[in-house]
C-alpha cells in the first residue's frame, strides 16, 4: 500500500528523516472464508455464495493467530469471500484485538445493519474498508448484485455512528474511471476517513477481466486527479487518508508531479521513497487463504508456500528454500526488462509479480502496468517493446509450477 497522504503531509512539513527500518513482522491479509454474497468481476478468490470445503476451524483459527502474535506480526487484516458470513469472525477478531494487533476488516459492506455496525464498534476494530467500485448500477454491475451499492454506502454511515473509522475502496477500470470525481466527492459527503484506489490485479477473476484494466493514459490521468485532491486536503488540514495499492510505480509517479509543481521538495521525497522501498509481497506482505494455505500475498493464491494446518506460518514465512520466496526476499530482486532496468527500481521494487506471471509465465518479467514511460525511468532504448495488457483466453499458468 502506496501511503499517499503521508508523503504529501511530510512534503507540507517536512522533517528530519530518521533511518530506515523494517518491520518486526509482515503484515498478513488473512481470507478466513472463500464464501461470498457478490461476484465481482476482480475478484482473486474467485469466491461464490456456496460452503468451501477445508477451511481452518475456529480453533485452527485461533492456534494461526497465537503464532502470528509471537512471530511480532503487527497486522492482521481480515478478508474474505465476504469475512462476515463466518460464524466466528467476530469472535476470532475480539481475539485478535485483545492480543494487541492493529485489527482490520475488509468486507463488501451489504451484510452491516445497525446492529453489526455496533458488533463491530464494540470490538473495537482498528479499521474498516469497505469496497465501493463506482455509484449506484456502475458498482451493482461491477458487484454482480443489484442494490449492493446502498447497502454497502449504509453500512459506511451505520459505522460512522458507532465511531468506526471506515474507508472506501476503488478498484480502477475502463469502466469506471470516468467517474472518479464523483466518487471523490461522494467520499467527501459521506466523511469516510480513507480512500484507497486500487489497480487491478490479474488474478482469479481480476486476470479474466483484464481487458478491462484502466489503460496507461487513463491511470495516469486518475493518479493525478487523486494526487491533487489529496494535496488540496493536506493544505485544508483534512484529516481524510488517501491511499493507493498493487502498483508500486504510484511512488514514482507522485515523485514526477512533485518534480513538476515543487521541484525544491523533490529530493527529499525521493529520500522519503527510497526508506520506504516498493513493493514488499512475501517480505512485508502476506497472504493465508481460506483453507490455511500461505502464499507471498493475496493475488498469489496459484502459489503455494505451505500451509498452517501442517507448519506455523512463522515457519514458514522465514523457508526461503522456495523458489519464489527467494526471489522475492533477495536485495535487490533480479527482475527483467523495462523493471529491472529502471533508474528506480529502488523506490518501486519491481512492481507487482503476479501481473508479469499472468502475462508471461515469468514473475520476474517486467510489471506491464507500469504506467510510466521508457523515457521517465531513464530507459536508454526507447524502442523497447512492451508487454501487452491483452484479455484473458483461458488458464495458462497452473500451480504445479515451480518458477526458478
Given at each position: 500500500m502506496f501511503r499517499l497522504t503521508h508523503y504529501l503531509k511530510a512534503l507540507a512539513d517536512p522533517y528530519p528523516l530518521p533511518p530506515a527500518r523494517k518491520p518486526a513482522g509482515p503484515v498478513v491479509i488473512w481470507n478466513l472464508i472463500r464464501r461470498c454474497n457478490l461476484k465481482c468481476k476482480h475478484c482473486y478468490t474467485t469466491s461464490g455464495d456456496v460452503d468451501f470445503p477445508g477451511e481452518l476451524s475456529t480453533e485452527q483459527a485461533y492456534e494461526v493467530i497465537d503464532d502470528l502474535k509471537g512471530f511480532r506480526v503487527p497486522v492482521i487484516i481480515f478478508s474474505g469471500g465476504e469475512p462476515l458470513m463466518r460464524p466466528d469472525m467476530l469472535e476470532l477478531s475480539a481475539h485478535a484485538k485483545?492480543?494487541?494487533?492493529?485489527?482490520?476488516?475488509?468486507?463488501?459492506?451489504?451484510?452491516?445493519?445497525?446492529?453489526?455496525?455496533?458488533?463491530i464498534g464494540t470490538i473495537g476494530y482498528d479499521y474498516v474498508g469497505i469496497s465501493l467500485d463506482g455509484i449506484g448500477k456502475v458498482h451493482d454491475d461491477f458487484r454482480g448484485m443489484d442494490g449492493a451499492f446502498d447497502l454497502s454506502l449504509q453500512a459506511v454511515r451505520h459505522l460512522r455512528e458507532e465511531n468506526v473509522k471506515v474507508g472506501l475502496r476503488f478498484t480502477l477500470t475502463e469502466d469506471n474511471a470516468d467517474i472518479l470525481d464523483d466518487y471523490l466527492e461522494l467520499c467527501d459527503r459521506e466523511k469516510v476517513d480513507k480512500i484507497y484506489l486500487s489497480h487491478l490485479v490479474y488474478a482469479g477473476r481480476g486476470n479474466k477481466n483484464r481487458g478491462e484494466d484502466a489503460h496507461l493514459n487513463v491511470t495516469r490521468k486518475a493518479m493525478t486527479r487523486l494526487i491533487e485532491k489529496a494535496w488540496e486536503d493536506v493544505l485544508a488540514g483534512?484529516?481524510?487518508?488517501?491511499?493507493?495499492?498493487?502498483?508500486?510505480?504510484?511512488?514514482?509517479?507522485?515523485?514526477?508531479?512533485?518534480?513538476?509543481?515543487?521541484?525544491?521538495?523533490?529530493?527529499?521525497?525521493?529520500?522519503?521513497?527510497?526508506?520506504?522501498?516498493?513493493?514488499?509481497s512475501g517480505v512485508n506482505i502476506g497472504n493465508i487463504d481460506n483453507t490455511g494455505k500461505v502464499h507471498p500475498d493475496s493475488f498469489w493464491w496459484h502459489y503455494t508456500i505451505g500451509n498452517v494446518k501442517e507448519r506455523k506460518f512463522s515457519e514458514i514465512w522465514q523457508d526461503v528454500s522456495d523458489p519464489v520466496m527467494a526471489g522475492l526476499k533477495q536485495t535487490p530482486r533480479q527482475i527483467k526488462g523495462r523493471c529491472g532496468s529502471c533508474q528506480y527500481f529502488n523506490i518501486c521494487n519491481g512492481n507487482t509479480r503476479v501481473r508479469a506471471l499472468q502475462l508471461t509465465g515469468d514473475p520476474w518479467a517486467e510489471d506491464p502496468s507500469c504506467y510510466l514511460t521508457d523515457e521517465e525511468i531513464g530507459l536508454e532504448d526507447a524502442n523497447h517493446q512492451r508487454v501487452e495488457t491483452t484479455p484473458f483466453r483461458g488458464a495458462r499458468h497452473e500451480a504445479k509450477h515451480v518458477y526458478a
Open positions: 485483545q492480543l494487541g494487533f492493529y485489527t482490520a476488516l475488509s468486507t463488501n459492506g451489504t451484510l452491516i445493519d445497525k446492529e453489526m455496525a455496533r458488533k483534512s484529516s481524510k487518508e488517501y491511499v493507493t495499492g498493487n502498483n508500486d510505480a504510484d511512488g514514482i509517479y507522485l515523485l514526477q508531479w512533485v518534480r513538476e509543481n515543487m521541484p525544491e521538495k523533490a529530493g527529499y521525497l525521493k529520500d522519503m521513497l527510497e526508506r520506504w522501498g516498493g513493493n514488499a
